[in-house]
């Protein structure tokens, strides 16, 4: 792929959040009845649809790479009783799961490992009500590992006898998804209080109710880094982010902001123009991970120096993006240098691109975040389909911003 070297303007396609979507979905399927529209074309989206809609004598169901559905789902398939194997790509197999299995046995699931013991597939054998107390269950969950085991939990809590509360160990990571997690549930006449170290979930049936789901901050931030790489002069709009935002990865605004990109609120979306940048970024990613590699890959084509901390949940994702981002840096000339205690840096030092080949290792957020480098230069993307996790119409609309793009056999 390779640049028209022209400012970039007009107007790109986001997909819809798939955080909100698979949340979205689960509560809608635990309260029966609900309009959701604008929900994400996401592969991990339109995956989750289809196995809710599986009839209950399924034997196995396939959440492919998907960390939440296989999360979500294990609850959800779990209080309702249902006798199914839940399992995954190998890279899933590879996932841990044993915080949220530990804590659906102590509430009444009956869940078996049929392979290695804390991760999938799952064996689920149905739930037994005699285990479960009528007073609030009580259970401690470590934090610092996925959030994704708390909004699990939390999402079927309303469906228990006695209700649920959860506290929360270690460093609580990605907490924004467990506000949005509060937010959705709410918004479906749930119960649910958080009160930092506690979250407390009353039992309550939850309300049918219709929800139009917001576009994607995570995708935004592939389009904020084009702004930040283009030509001078470059803008971008994005139609369907909301000002206020139950996304976490809104966080994208502040951290661009000092990369040399602004925005600009309207009814519609938002407007990005470019603007001077900071000398130095310090930016801590424990409440949104998923930027991370967007942004170390604009610090080091900018030139501005970037201190990355909270990076931890980073190694247990679609592959360890920490790894994966050291090897397809140095290809340019850049680092992500691990200097210990938790603290990354991204050095200024020469960085060209010139036809270097990007591996993605079965991760669509490499795809994303190394394909704004054409900008700058020639670049092939190894395994570009795997955009089709979070953003399928990525590569289209790549085309109509400009982007001369030929796919290799
Ligand atoms: O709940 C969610 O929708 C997500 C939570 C985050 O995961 P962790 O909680 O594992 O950090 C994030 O990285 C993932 O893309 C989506
Ligand atoms: C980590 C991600 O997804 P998940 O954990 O849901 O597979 C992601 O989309 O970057």
Request: contains cysteine; aromatic residues 6%.
């Amino acid at each position: 792929m390779r640049w028209n070297g022209a400012p970039l303007s007009g107007s790109a396609q986001l997909p819809a959040s798939k955080s909100e979507s698979n949340r979205a979905l689960i509560i809608r399927a635990l309260a029966g009845a609900g309009q959701l529209d604008n929900l994400s074309d996401a592969n991990d989206t339109e995956l989750m649809q289809r196995l809710l809609a599986e009839p209950a004598t399924t034997a196995t169901l396939n959440a492919e790479d998907a960390g939440t559905v296989m999360r979500f789902l294990t609850a959800y398939l779990a209080v309702t009783g249902r006798q199914v194997l839940l399992t995954g790509t190998a890279r899933m197999r590879q996932r841990p799961i044993g915080v949220l299995v530990d804590a659906l046995r102590q509430l009444g699931a009956q869940i078996e490992y049929t392979e290695q013991e804390g991760y999938p597939p799952l064996q689920l054998q149905g739930w037994n009500p005699a285990l479960t107390a009528q007073e609030p269950a009580e259970l401690s969950v470590r934090g610092d590992i996925s959030s994704q085991y708390i909004s699990a939990l939390m999402m079927v809590g309303p469906q228990l006898p006695g209700g649920l509360r959860l506290r929360l160990t270690g460093k609580v990571g990605s907490r924004p998804y467990i506000r949005m997690t509060q937010s959705l549930m709410q918004h479906f006449g749930g119960q649910c209080r958080d009160l930092g170290e506690i979250i407390e979930v009353r039992l309550q049936a939850y309300q049918p109710a219709d929800y139009t789901i917001e576009s994607d901050w995570s995708a935004a931030s592939y389009w904020y880094a084009m702004v930040a790489l283009a030509p001078a002069g470059s803008s971008i709009t994005l139609p369907g982010l909301r000002r206020h935002s139950w996304q976490g990865d809104q966080a994208i605004v502040a951290i661009m902001d000092q990369l040399g990109v602004a925005t600009e609120f309207d009814e519609q979306g938002v407007i990005l123009t470019q603007k001077a940048r900071a000398a130095a970024v310090e930016q801590d990613f424990t409440d949104c991970p998923d930027l991370a590699q967007t942004v170390a890959v604009v610090a080091a084509a900018v030139g501005v120096p970037l201190v990355l901390t909270g990076l931890e949940s980073l190694r247990i994702k679609e592959t360890d993006r920490i790894a994966a981002l050291q090897a397809e840096l140095s290809k340019f000339g850049g680092a992500l240098v691990d200097e210990g205690d938790g603290r990354f840096r991204v050095p200024v030092a020469p960085f060209t691109v010139q036809g270097q080949t990007i591996e993605t290792y079965h991760d669509h957020r490499m795809a994303m975040a190394f394909a704004p480098l054409a900008l700058r230069g020639p670049l092939t993307i190894l395994a570009p389909t795997v955009v089709r996790k979070s953003y399928p119409q990525f590569w289209k609309e790549l085309g109509k911003a400009g982007f001369d793009i030929i796919e290799q056999a």
